[in-house]
């Protein structure tokens, strides 16, 4: 009992760590120039383009053997990707988020901020008169955003380039998400379909077993 009593609880949230190591997944395929399908290609499992695409959302879990199997198809070490997440998870590094100030944001007049713009002026109302510049600057990170991205009725890529533009760092990325668009990955087979519209599929957090067997039986190939 001393022993186990000697171990610290870590507590984190899993759909976070999801999505952000499928956003280090993505971006490596980007950074090397490869495609979807392209990266599909190089895998010894036999798994679907849509499949494949969940594991970049984030809205389905990988497992330990997919994981390595996919960063070496990126030429990548799995433990250095890892290393990447964890970094973006589990410290108060700014990297990965995007800094905003409350009095630029205060100041917009785009009425789907509005929301936004309420929340800046409680956090401003905080301060006493003549805050200084470091307390209006907040770092938004993926979670937060999302979440007022919803409430403003937006997509969360289109508030974050809206952020960045009116009182963003432009020297921040954006949060587990890239500025490119994934017209790269569209089938140009001839059958009209794009792997990047593979987050229609409902989320399956109970690991991959199974995923490509379901996706078989649903007509996805």
Not at 2 to 19: E, G, I, K, N
């Amino acid at each position: 009992m001393a022993l186990l009593a000697s171990f610290t609880c870590v507590l984190f949230d899993v759909v976070v760590y999801q999505r952000v190591l499928g956003d280090e997944i993505r971006r490596l395929r980007k950074k090397r120039g490869l495609t979807r399908k392209q990266l599909n290609r190089r895998l010894q499992s036999d798994i679907s383009l849509q499949t494949l695409a969940t594991y970049e959302l984030g809205t389905r879990q990988c497992s330990m053997v997919r994981f390595v199997e996919i960063c070496l198809a990126l030429d990548e070490l799995p433990h250095e990707l890892i290393a990447r997440v964890h970094e973006r998870v589990f410290t108060d590094s700014p990297r990965g988020r995007v800094r905003i100030d409350l009095r630029q944001v205060v100041r917009d007049d785009h009425s789907e901020l509005l929301p936004l713009r309420r929340w800046a002026r409680d956090r401003l109302d905080h301060y006493p008169a003549g805050h200084t510049a470091g307390a209006a600057e907040v770092h938004l990170d993926f979670a937060a955003l999302e979440r007022m991205a919803e409430l403003c009725g937006m997509d969360t890529v289109d508030l974050i380039g809206l952020l960045r533009r009116i009182g963003g760092a432009p020297n921040e990325p954006p949060p587990y998400l890239d500025n490119g668009d994934d017209h790269d990955d569209e089938d140009h087979t001839g059958n009209g379909n794009s792997d990047q519209h593979a987050n229609t599929r409902p989320a399956d957090h109970n690991g991959d077993h199974g995923d490509d067997e379901g996706d078989r039986r649903n007509g996805v190939s």
